[in-house]
């Protein structure tokens, strides 16, 4: 079972700054099973990222993915206000959990 | 416009059964894999189930195997979560979610609807 370790577990910035979130998997996973979730208090969540790299449609570009193997990376390159939120990884893999996500980042304001 | 809009969801006694429906509008429904995704208050995302397009696959995690079954009815654009033998643990937010062609992620989500099991 691949496991998702997410880091920090919470990143406090002011709006403006950089945010750059880590998501480490247990074995190497395959870029293109690779996503980001959005979820802000109270809401579902949204897909960011997917394919390690791709924005899902009306995305911000202040949003990007990176990463292969075991190591991926969201950053956001200016947080606005409305970017204070939680964001999840998730990858797609063999049982027993077919899909599995990460235990999260919780942006917030410093 | 995509919409997925859950319902069933409510207070339930250990040892209790409750079926979930989601209800899809604004795409072909019948052409896409779909999924549950659950939340428990304050915890992360789980998967939990997911079917194909036709029903003729379903997978599960490991912890609701046996008593939760997934289905759809492509007539009526609609997707269900039958589940037998709730335990406290089951406690979440059940999001259905539609699959990504092509790619295992999961590009529209409901609102969620809130499953308490408690005595």
């Known amino acids: 079972e691949i496991v998702l370790t997410q880091s920090p577990g919470t990143l406090s910035l002011s709006p403006g700054e950089r945010a750059t979130l880590s998501c480490r998997a247990s074995?190497?996973?395959?870029?293109?099973?690779l996503a980001w979730y959005q979820q802000k208090p109270g809401q579902a969540p949204r897909l960011l990222i997917y394919?390690?790299?791709s924005r899902a449609t009306g995305i911000p570009d202040r949003f990007s993915g990176s990463g292969s193997g075991t190591d991926f990376t969201l950053t956001i390159s200016r947080l606005e206000p409305e970017d204070f939120a939680v964001y999840y990884c998730q990858q797609y893999g063999s049982s027993p959990g077919l899909f599995t996500f990460g235990p999260g980042t919780k942006v917030d304001i410093k | 416009e995509v919409q997925l809009v859950e319902s069933g969801g409510g207070l339930v006694q250990p040892g209790g059964s409750l079926r979930l429906s989601c209800a899809a509008s604004?795409?072909?429904?019948?052409?896409?894999?779909m999924s549950w995704v659950r939340q428990a208050p304050g915890k992360g995302l789980e998967w939990v189930a997911n079917i194909k397009q036709d029903g003729s696959e379903k997978y599960y995690v490991d912890s609701v195997k046996g008593r939760f079954t997934i289905s759809r009815d492509n007539a009526k654009n609609s997707l269900y979560l039958q589940m037998n033998s709730l335990r406290a643990e089951d406690t979440a937010v059940y999001y259905c979610a539609r699959g990504m062609q092509q790619l295992p992620n999961f590009d529209y989500w409901g609102q969620g609807t809130l499953v308490t099991v408690s005595s």
């Open positions: 074995q190497s996973v395959s870029s293109s099973y």
């Open positions: 604004g795409f072909t429904f019948s052409s896409y894999w």
């Open positions: 394919g390690a790299s």
